[in-house]
């Protein structure tokens, strides 16, 4: 059966690794969101709440963020990103346990459980951000972008690192539950230090230059900028991002390939 | 063809790393069905998954020219959230097979009805093996890897399972692993065992079984499963697994089964009793022992074992027709002699089986052997294990064995007890001396004599009214008796 024959050309193999992909999202969707009332539709719905309300609260409380921004504005962006980072590392994390069984065919990879799982992340943040902007804009609480590749590469970098970052801590989570037990706390944290609460702009220099230290924050400036265009005045570095995210994917693959050489499948 | 070479696999361990497999190597061509014998945890299901691909070696190479199946078992590869209809669709996509097709192949075989559209969480673990196995069967694989599949379901659906793999797919590749060797033999044409990481392969399987069965016997002292001594009735409940888990058990009973289906019952009957020296609480066993002896003509050994089933919680109907036929064969035509079939309750109220009958008379009698006939009696006569103890204790030869005149002569030895009779004895009366877990006076109890003194020392048995009562009237009746001294009563209180 050449079908489901191991010697196999690159092309061949990455039709299979599709194919597999392909599979695994259509089952996470089902084991995930069902086919009970809205179903599938979860997907975007359960993010856009969290965004819904969290710029409900900032609105109502006014929150001081020190821009000039409108407030809708800077909770949609803020927020959206912080979606991207943090539930991606919550997906990974555990993911292969969860999993295990599928393990005993030889096509699904270790990666290709991370990878499914962080597309469906990615794709409900995405249309969340997406839909909840064009509402948004239709209404008038909010003007278009100004530079719609700035936001979109913003976007990107952000969806990249938070990727990168949940395959990282995806894998070590299967070697020590202390990666369970540790994000949660760290990822509420460094939520307020992400970007998404403040302007950079708005902060004293000395602590500018410790909140550049931290990846997302560029790229939520990224996204600002696009966004408000000079209104914004963003603080990013590219050639920051960008090899740091580098480097953490390298360590995120390096740590599948060990976690993928020792697993056991249930 | 797969060519295996110089596969080796470590686990790490929290005491370590552990080497399960060590410079395995083979070659598999197609219509080679190659059977893998070995001990509980030799590693014949790692091997498995390393043959499929499911998980990496630590070193050495597996070449796959033909399509190699997952590890066919009838439990997992499932999500349980899933439909059974969701599972397949998923099976399907990954192995890019027309889901129509497969949908109706398991819809025929599985015969789950509707439940196939039902989460398979739901699904009993009988529909479950029906599931796992037919959505194996949608795609063909040159090579099958078959791990424990013997195991589950019932004989019809085993027949078909059979059908699928040994007569539809006869020209394939398999590896299969069982704790049955008699599937082993039966499907397999290229043996091999399984031992201490090492893979030894056989042309015959008379070879290979002898490996095994050396592999086996060399492991005696490691790691017997546990039978709990809590109280008589957690020994039956815990024997009837342990024993299974046991490989000597299996491997006695094994062969008693070989023996009985060429109806060699002299064989089956050795084999059965060797696998019940073992285990001899383990029940079913006692009732093919029944039967490969009564197939000789023994009709009271065949009484003993069929009333010794029943004692420990076989059904009734199923030995009482055999009792019968047992007992007018020795021309005994009145059936009078009831079934005392197990009831739970304190464990004096328990009925007797041979186990207990020879307990009682190494420890009462200091009598090894007990003449048939008379076991066969006792086991009739006696409802319980209480009335049975009584009646051991008001018999003669309990004078005998007890008084202090026989002791005075320095015949002890006869009377010291095994620690296995320790432990039973405990566990018979756990509700007075405190049970196995309890600081157990080992010591104190180092002979026949001992017992009867410490249960001498109180005057009531909780769950052994009449035993009691027979002691304490032996007691009475024999002034001095084996008690040197109030002070020594009192330190055993």
Redesign the interface.
């Known amino acids: 059966m050449t079908a489901v024959s191991d010697r196999s050309s690159l092309r061949e193999s990455s039709r299979v690794q599709l194919r597999v992909l392909g599979a695994l999202l259509i089952r996470e969707m089902l084991t995930r969101y069902g086919r009970h009332n809205i179903g599938f539709l979860w997907l975007f719905v359960e993010p856009m709440l969290f965004t819904l309300g969290v710029t409900a609260l900032w609105t109502a409380t006014k929150s001081v963020h020190g821009s000039s921004l409108p407030i809708v504005a800077f909770a949609l962006t803020g927020y959206s990103s912080v979606l991207l980072w943090r539930n991606m590392p919550g997906r990974c994390i555990g993911a292969l346990w969860a999993n295990l069984a599928l393990m005993y065919h030889r096509n699904i990879k270790v990666l290709d459980i991370y990878v499914a799982r962080l597309l469906l992340e990615f794709g409900g943040a995405t249309i969340s951000f997406t839909v909840l902007s064009i509402a948004f804009i239709s209404i008038g609480w909010l003007a278009p972008p100004e530079d719609f590749l700035k936001v979109a590469a913003g976007w990107l970098l952000i969806a990249w690192f938070g990727a990168a970052l949940a395959i990282a801590l995806g894998a070590l989570s299967h070697e020590s539950e202390l990666v369970d037990k540790l994000w949660h706390p760290a990822s509420y944290l460094i939520f307020p230090l992400s970007g998404s609460a403040f302007m950079v702009d708005a902060l004293p220099p000395f602590a500018q230059q410790i909140v550049l230290y931290i990846p997302m924050v560029h790229g939520v400036e990224l996204v600002r900028e696009g966004y408000f265009g000079s209104q914004a005045r963003a603080h990013y570095d590219l050639s920051y991002l960008i090899p740091v995210t580098l480097a953490l994917s390298f360590v995120a693959l390096l740590l599948v390939n060990g976690v993928a050489r020792r697993v056991v499948p249930e | 063809m797969i060519e295996v070479r110089d596969l080796r696999k470590l ?2 361990t929290r005491f370590g790393e552990k080497l399960v497999l060590d410079k395995v190597s083979f070659d598999l061509r197609k219509g080679e069905r190659l059977g893998v014998l070995g001990r509980n945890g030799a590693g014949k299901s790692t091997m498995i ?1 390393l043959v ?5 070696p630590t070193s050495g190479t597996i070449e ?5 199946s ?2 066919l078992a009838f439990g ?4 349980p ?2 439909t059974g209809v ?1 599972n397949i ?2 099976i399907s ?5 027309d889901f129509a097709s497969n949908l109706a192949f398991v819809e025929d075989f599985a015969e789950l009805g509707p439940y196939l559209r039902e989460p398979v969480r739901t699904y009993s673990s009988g529909m479950r093996a029906r599931l796992a196995f037919a959505i194996s069967m949608i ?4 090579c099958f890897l078959i791990d424990e599949i013997g195991a589950v379901g019932d004989a019809r659906f085993h027949d078909r399972c059979n059908y699928e793999l040994f007569e539809k797919r006869a020209d394939r590749a398999m590896i299969i692993i069982s704790h049955d060797a008699g599937y082993i033999r039966d499907h397999c044409n290229r043996w091999s065992v399984l031992d201490d990481g090492r893979l030894e392969l056989h042309d015959q399987f008379d070879a290979a079984y002898t490996a095994y069965k050396e592999v086996i016997g060399a492991s005696l002292s490691t790691a017997k499963p546990v039978v709990s001594h809590v109280s008589r009735a957690m020994m039956i409940e815990s024997s009837q697994r342990a024993a299974l888990a046991d490989d000597r058990f299996r491997i006695h009973v094994q062969q008693g089964d070989w023996a009985r289906d060429s109806k060699d019952w002299a064989t089956a009957e050795q084999e059965y009793a060797a696998a019940l020296a073992l285990y001899p609480y383990q029940r079913t066993y006692w009732t093919q022992h029944g039967h490969v002896t009564k197939e000789q003509g023994k009709f009271a050994r065949a009484e003993i074992s069929y009333r010794t089933a029943a004692a420990l919680g076989v059904p009734e109907d199923e030995v009482e027709e055999f009792i019968r036929f047992v007992a007018s064969r020795q021309h005994e035509e009145d059936a009078a002699h009831r079934v005392h079939g197990f009831r739970p309750g304190p464990t004096g109220s328990h009925p007797p089986g041979k186990p207990d009958l020879e307990t009682f008379a190494r420890v009462l009698w200091l009598a090894a052997e007990v003449d048939e006939l008379e076991q066969r009696d006792l086991l009739r006569t006696h409802a319980t294990c209480d009335g049975l103890g009584a009646a051991m204790i008001a018999d003669r030869r309990f004078d005998a064995a007890h008084a202090p005149a026989h002791r005075r002569n320095g015949n002890v030895e006869a009377g010291s007890l095994d620690s296995d009779l320790i432990e039973r004895i405990f566990c018979f009366f756990a509700a007075d001396l405190g049970g196995p877990d309890q600081a157990k006076p080992t010591e104190e109890l180092g002979s026949a004599d001992d017992l009867v003194r410490l249960l001498l020392a109180r005057e009531t048995l909780t769950e052994w009214p009449l035993t009691a009562r027979a002691l304490q009237e032996w007691a009475a009746k024999r002034p001095g008796g084996p008690l040197h001294s109030l002070h020594e009563l009192q330190a055993l209180a």
């Open positions: 686990y790490r998954r499929s691909g499911a998980e990496r796959r020219h033909m399509s190699v997952w590890p997992g590869a499932f999500q959230i899933l969701d669709r998923f996509r990954i192995y890019s097979q795609i063909e694989f040159d």
